[in-house]
């Protein structure tokens, strides 16, 4: 299986906005959670946004209603939309995907799914 892979970060000022693309035609069209996750110098890794197979779209509560998550079938992609950026949204990104677990539910934590990008920088300056 090929790991995703990330691209689209950058710098940018705070107020400004940058989308994150994840390479992942292996895994677009199957039934699989997929996930952005994001880890800032001396913090836990969280998960910044998922969907479900169903559709369902889930934020943390950090970036609701300035991030977007979406999946693009033309160029096999999951993307994020980051809006209204500050400095506090400084950190590295990862794409994830995996099956969902047998309660029905995506994984929570990385290290719960199956396959992991390597990540990109994004960094929020003020």
């Known amino acids: 299986q090929v790991q995703p892979v990330e691209s689209g970060g950058g710098s940018v000022q705070a107020g400004g906005s940058l989308r994150l693309s994840c390479a992942a035609s292996?895994?677009?069209?199957?039934?699989?959670?997929m996930a952005w996750f994001r880890q800032a110098p001396g913090k836990e890794r969280e998960r910044v946004a998922r969907?479900?197979?169903?559709?369902?779209?889930q934020y943390a509560d950090s970036v609701m209603g300035r991030f977007t998550i979406s999946r693009d079938k033309d160029k096999n992609t999951l993307d994020l939309q980051m809006d209204s950026l500050n400095t506090e949204d400084t950190a590295m990104y990862y794409c994830?995907?995996?099956?969902?677990?047998?309660?029905?539910?995506?994984?929570?934590?990385?290290?719960?799914?199956?396959?992991r990008g390597q990540g990109t920088q994004v960094t929020v300056s003020s």
């Open positions: 969907i479900h197979p169903d559709g369902g779209r």
């Open positions: 994830a995907t995996s099956p969902p677990e047998k309660t029905g539910g995506c994984p929570v934590f990385f290290s719960g799914y199956r396959y």
């Open positions: 292996e895994y677009i069209g199957r039934e699989y959670c």
